[in-house]
């Protein structure tokens, strides 16, 4: 069944979180984790396996969140539209029962209560996965498919059954496999073919795996393996693609760890490196990403090597954007300037900030701010004066670029503010200080950037962004908003609440021996990502209500394509007199065997094009066609003009209804339910790499309310707290009041 991979993947995201806020915590008579890979293939390289999965409908917090993901889940099986409850029979049981042809709910409830795993020939083969269950209770499981569903005894010693949509379930009394109706030599039957006899190697018994899964934490309740199938070193594929961990190079194997507690989820991951690869040592600046303001949504440890990007940009052609922009930066100074003066002393790891301000936009009142996404990025140099004064120097050619093309009137200018340093506490390179109030800290600069889009929506939306940036403290900081660079500065020297870096400090007390910093860190508050995702819906809907339709997005779709390609012409270069001339029809577009080659394409349901743009007024009146199925072009062949009914095609339902809006719902909803998390990565060894992801379930979640009150615009979900100086590891504790 094609949608399977999908509700598996989603009923396997499901389980995690939801398990986070209802199991109990690790006892001494724990089996072993993974124990089911005993009835798994060797073969097999992805294997997932669940403890218990009984904490996720019996505790209100797991079945809060996994009811979220169940109705994320049923929007887009309904095409995106929008339910307002959740599945009646526990969300990720039902999608998954559903997907598996079990239509008996009293079954379905049976199979998936207890130990539970799912094994796949690799992460792109879901849909040939197989089920594997250990159930609580396998005699009432037998008693209510025998009842419910017909038996075939196929295999000796084993009682079989057959569910819909092609899916059977075979058990022995203890354990029950659920998979496609048995193919020689499918991962189901081989599955079968190890429940059913006691020979034959199984993924247990593979070295790389059990390698792997014993690096993982003991009391792990959910533990995830990706390998591969090869049984001695040397060059392996990259088994998870390129996403985890981030920053790390192709990896042989990995296994990840699920420590569930009352108050979140730990994710332990342990991967060993591919042949040949190596990770990247670098050392994180740790003391910057816990004196950031509560603002921030995300911030992350980024190792950017300046130098050899400049120099590969520069290497480029002379006629792609990024040379141009750098030859225009450079105009007018000395030779190697901006890599000797600027980007050499740019050294360590940059700390990259995505924050929030709110904004009001022009004309829309001041009621109801919108939550502007900034992004922001520190850092540390080890000449400031020079960094500074070569950026002072680049300035005049900022605006020259700004400026182009160059306006008569109301030029973009360059905006400067003094900050007072004040009585503060700062920390650079490990050390604090503490400063008197004296002199200026430094120049803020900024260009405000909003008139450089079109009137209309952008300029409404984005007309407050501008490119800022200042020198302090021996720091770089350059972002796209004065706002959230000043509240970084102010935040890094002690003059203002701080972002929670509680889970950062507890995860690097759990740094694996030899103690040292973590190779990158990241931290952030999904919820307060879900503030500013809410804040633009509410704006839009107040104010753009058109925007909430599919039809919107369609429109706007249409117009990103390329005229050219929707119909499957190439245009003849220098089109123009309001005439497109097509110079190759491409086959299997819906312009073949309809436009010929020389012809001359001049209105557009009957609206003519342009006189001195045909080709871009092509491209809007494609997109705001009369029909979606249809468009009539008007067309000058052999001196003759006809109109030629050209058959366009048509969005599904659930293709127009997948519009952004819906997702972003979506997504905020799903990270309400997350308070703060952390991701740091370590090297434990030569070849082996070990990260950490800790997601603090947010405490609304345990509530039986689905939504509380709105915090004012701009404050942090919990109380700021501030670090210690002498000790930045030590928990913090609620800040003194600032006057």
């Not at 079989?160 to 949509?165: K, S, T």
């Not at 009394?173 to 991962?187: K, N, Y």
Request: glycine share 6%.
């Amino acid at each position: 069944m094609s949608t399977l991979p999908f509700y598996m993947s989603i009923c396997l995201a499901g389980c995690l979180p939801g398990l986070a806020a209802g199991a109990s915590p690790a006892s001494d008579d724990r089996r072993p984790p993974a124990l089911l890979a005993s009835h798994v293939p060797v073969d097999a390289r992805l294997f997932l396996e669940i403890e218990d999965t009984q904490s996720l409908s019996s505790i209100p917090a797991g079945a809060a969140l996994s009811d979220v993901l169940a109705l994320l889940v049923a929007q887009v099986r309904t095409s995106g539209e929008a339910t307002t409850t959740a599945p009646a029979f526990t969300g990720w049981r039902r999608l998954l029962s559903d997907a598996l042809g079990l239509r008996d709910e009293r079954a379905a409830m049976l199979l998936l209560d207890g130990r539970l795993a799912i094994a796949a020939e690799d992460w792109t083969a879901l849909d040939s996965a197989v089920l594997i269950a250990q159930p609580r209770r396998p005699e009432a499981l037998e008693s209510q498919l025998k009842t419910r569903i017909p038996a075939a005894e196929s295999i000796p010693g084993m009682r079989q059954y057959r569910l819909d949509l092609g899916y059977e379930i075979t058990g022995d009394g203890h354990v029950f496999i659920v998979g496609r109706q048995t193919r020689e030599g499918s991962l189901h039957a081989r599955c079968l073919a190890l429940l059913s006899t006691d020979r034959g190697v199984a993924l247990a018994d593979l070295v790389e795996f059990r390698e792997r899964v014993s690096e993982v934490p003991p009391n792990a309740q959910v533990v995830l393996y990706l390998g591969t199938n090869q049984r001695r070193s040397g060059p392996a594929t990259q088994p998870t693609g390129d996403w985890w961990p981030i920053l790390s190079p192709p990896v042989r194997s990995l296994a990840m760890g699920a420590v569930l507690t009352d108050e979140g989820v730990a994710l332990e991951t342990t991967g060993r490196l591919a042949a040949g690869q190596e990770f990247p040592r670098h050392t994180p600046p740790v003391e910057a990403l816990l004196f950031l303001p509560p603002s921030a949504i995300f911030a992350w440890s980024y190792p950017f090597g300046y130098v050899n990007e400049y120099r590969r940009f520069m290497a480029a052609p002379a006629q792609t954007p990024q040379r141009f922009y750098l030859e225009v930066l450079q105009w007018g100074l000395p030779a190697g300037r901006l890599e000797n003066d600027l980007l050499r002393h740019l050294v360590g790891d940059t700390v990259c900030v995505i924050a929030r301000i709110p904004v009001y936009p022009k004309g829309k009142g001041t009621g109801n701010p919108l939550l502007m996404p900034t992004f922001a990025f520190a850092v540390q140099t080890d000449d400031s004066d020079k960094v500074d004064d070569t950026l002072r120097q680049m300035t005049r050619n900022l605006l020259r670029l700004v400026n182009l093309p160059p306006t008569s009137d109301n030029p973009v200018q360059v905006e400067e503010e003094t900050l007072r340093r004040g009585w503060s506490i700062h920390g650079n390179n490990g050390e604090f200080e503490v400063e008197p109030p004296h002199a200026a800290c430094g120049t803020l600069r900024s260009i405000p950037l909003g008139r450089l889009f079109p009137p209309g929506l952008y300029r409404e939306l984005f007309g407050a962004t501008e490119l800022s940036w200042i020198v302090c403290d021996g720091w770089l900081v350059m972002g796209t908003h004065r706002e959230t660079i000043r509240q970084i500065v102010e935040a890094r020297r002690g003059r203002s609440p701080l972002m929670s870096a509680q889970a950062l400090q507890q995860a690097m007390r759990r740094a694996q021996p030899p103690r040292r910093f973590p190779d990158m860190v990241l931290l952030a508050q999904p919820g307060a990502a879900s503030e500013v995702i809410d804040s633009w819906l509410n704006y839009i809907g107040r104010n753009h209500p058109e925007m909430l339709e599919p039809k919107w997005w369609q429109q706007l779709r249409r117009q990103s394509e390329v005229p050219q390609v929707q119909l499957g012409i190439l245009p003849a270069p220098g089109s123009a007199n309001g005439e497109v001339e097509v110079a190759e029809v491409l086959p299997d577009f819906p312009a073949a065997r309809l436009l010929q080659v020389g012809d001359r394409l001049t209105a557009v349901d009957g609206r003519k094009l342009d006189l001195d743009r045909p080709l871009q007024s092509l491209k809007e009146r494609l997109a705001k066609r009369e029909h979606d199925d249809c468009v009539r072009l008007t067309v000058l062949r052999d001196g003759e003009s006809r109109d030629i009914d050209v058959p366009m095609p048509v969005q599904t339902a659930s293709a127009a209804a997948a519009q952004p809006l819906t997702l972003l719902r979506q997504l905020s909803q799903l990270l309400r339910g997350f308070a703060f998390a952390s991701y740091t990565t370590w090297q434990a060894s030569r070849d082996v790499i070990q990260t950490r992801l800790d997601l603090k379930l947010a405490p609304a979640l345990t509530e039986t309310a689905t939504a509380s009150p709105a915090r004012p615009a701009g404050t942090p979900p919990h109380p700021p707290a501030t670090v210690d100086p002498a000790d930045p590891l030590k928990p913090p504790e609620n800040p003194p009041s600032h006057q």
